[in-house]
């Protein structure tokens, strides 16, 4: 299981990373990792997040922080 925290949809640094997990996709599905990516942004904006740069694996929305916080 690869579970990464991130800032914010769409910033620089946040794109870069979300991609790199979408370029290594294959190879981390062939070690039988699932990718999750975790950030207080809106489902809604998860959703553009990962249609705009064809992202192949689960973002969640931790809105109050909960999450993140533990």
């Known amino acids: 299981?690869?579970?990464?925290?991130?800032?914010?949809?769409?910033?620089?640094g946040c794109t870069k990373q979300a991609c790199s997990?979408?370029?290594?996709?294959?190879?981390?599905?062939?070690?039988?990792a699932m990718i999750i990516g975790i950030s207080a942004q809106s489902v809604k904006s998860h959703l553009e997040f990962a249609e705009k740069h064809r992202l192949n694996y689960t973002l969640l929305s931790d809105e109050d922080n909960k999450v993140r916080k533990l």
């Open 1 to 12: 299981m690869v579970i990464y925290f991130y800032p914010k949809d769409d910033s620089l």
């Open 21 to 32: 997990f979408r370029d290594q996709f294959a190879v981390l599905t062939d070690a039988d």
